[in-house]
Structure formats: structure tokens, C-alpha cells
């Protein structure tokens, strides 16, 4: 039988913050950010693995399946080639759903502002639950068996839309995470 690789050969167990975003469920673009080792010589990696994150947790198969092609789609177009065996990176991602509580106030009756005149003021307000995503990506040197590269991405999701709209979603995602990889030289 095959071993499965995980990171936990490569790197000590990490607690990490991560979640997931699958939809653009909202007006608002993604947060998007990343960091890197400014001494890893990015020009040298030209394929990589999939691996597991210790403690890392895959929202399900099919989601799994959707990051893992949406990520490879991206690091094809950065001239990166995925491999069985021996790789220059080994990849690995992260996703939690969080939900999140939002408040809406508003005011009722009054005029004239802020402790006005002609009338009583109230304020009220309103609770919703709101789903938000992280989806965090690292990728390691393989030979050196450390982190070289970080990357995420913070969104609201809406689990509810439609699987095909959600996959153009993630596509765009990915797309907007991958931007920055691999980074320009540093002068």
C-alpha cells in the first residue's frame, strides 16, 4: 500500500488560522495576501506534490477536488508541473468556515441630530450570522523541507449558490492568489 505524504515528515506540527472561500457570494472582493522567503530562489522550482497539513481540515471530497484543480490550473500558467515522485515543491492548503455574527443598527424617531430636539430617539438593531472563508496555501522546498512560500485569501461565501457559479468562483480566487507567485526578484 502507498504511503500518503504529509508535511508532518517535512515540518513540525502548526496551528494555523485558516478557513475557506468558495463564492463571491457578496459585492466585496477577496482579501488577498501572501509573504515568501526573500532567500528562496524561486526560478529553480519547476514541479510539485500535493500534500496533506497535519490537522488541516478538507471542507469534503468534492471541495477538495474543486481547490486542488482551481490551484493546479493556476501554477500550470506559473510553469509548474505536478509530479508522483521528487518534487521541487510540495504544496499544501487549509480551509475553515467561520461563521461570523453581523449587527445592523439603525435609529428611530427624532430630529435634529445627535441629542437633538423634537423627540425621542431610539436606536435598534439587527443580528445576522454571516458564513466567512479562509483558504490558505503553502508551499515548501522539498529538498530543504521548509516554508517558501504563504498565501491567502478571506472572503463572506454563500454555500447556497450554485456549484458551477461557485467553481468560476474559486477559479477567480486562485486566479488573484497565484498573482504574486512567483515574486519578482528582490533587488
Known amino acids: 500500500m ?28 477577496q482579501d488577498v495576501h501572501y509573504n515568501y522567503d526573500r532567500g528562496a530562489n524561486f526560478a529553480t522550482y519547476r514541479t510539485y506534490q500535493w500534500v496533506d497539513i497535519p490537522g488541516g481540515k478538507v471542507p469534503d471530497s468534492l471541495i477538495d477536488r474543486a481547490i486542488r484543480q482551481a490551484a493546479d490550473e493556476q501554477l500550470a500558467q506559473k510553469g509548474l508541473t505536478k509530479v508522483e515522485e521528487n518534487p521541487d515543491l510540495y504544496i499544501g492548503y487549509q480551509v475553515v468556515i467561520d461563521l461570523e455574527k453581523s449587527v445592523d443598527l439603525y435609529s428611530t424617531g ?41 498565501g491567502d485569501a478571506v472572503k463572506t461565501i454563500d454555500l447556497k449558490e450554485d456549484p458551477d457559479k461557485n467553481y468560476k468562483n474559486l477559479q477567480k480566487v486562485m486566479a488573484k492568489l497565484f498573482k504574486n507567485y512567483p515574486p519578482k526578484p528582490s533587488r
Open 2 to 29: 502507498r504511503e500518503k505524504r504529509t508535511l508532518m515528515a517535512i515540518t513540525k506540527p502548526m496551528t494555523f488560522l485558516a478557513a475557506f472561500l468558495l463564492t463571491a457570494a457578496c459585492a466585496y472582493g
Open 110 to 150: 427624532g430630529f435634529g441630530g445627535w441629542g437633538g430636539w423634537g423627540g425621542d430617539r431610539t436606536v435598534r438593531g439587527q443580528t445576522s450570522t454571516i458564513p466567512v472563508g479562509i483558504l490558505l496555501m503553502d508551499l515548501y522546498d522539498a529538498g530543504k523541507k521548509q516554508l517558501v512560500w504563504r
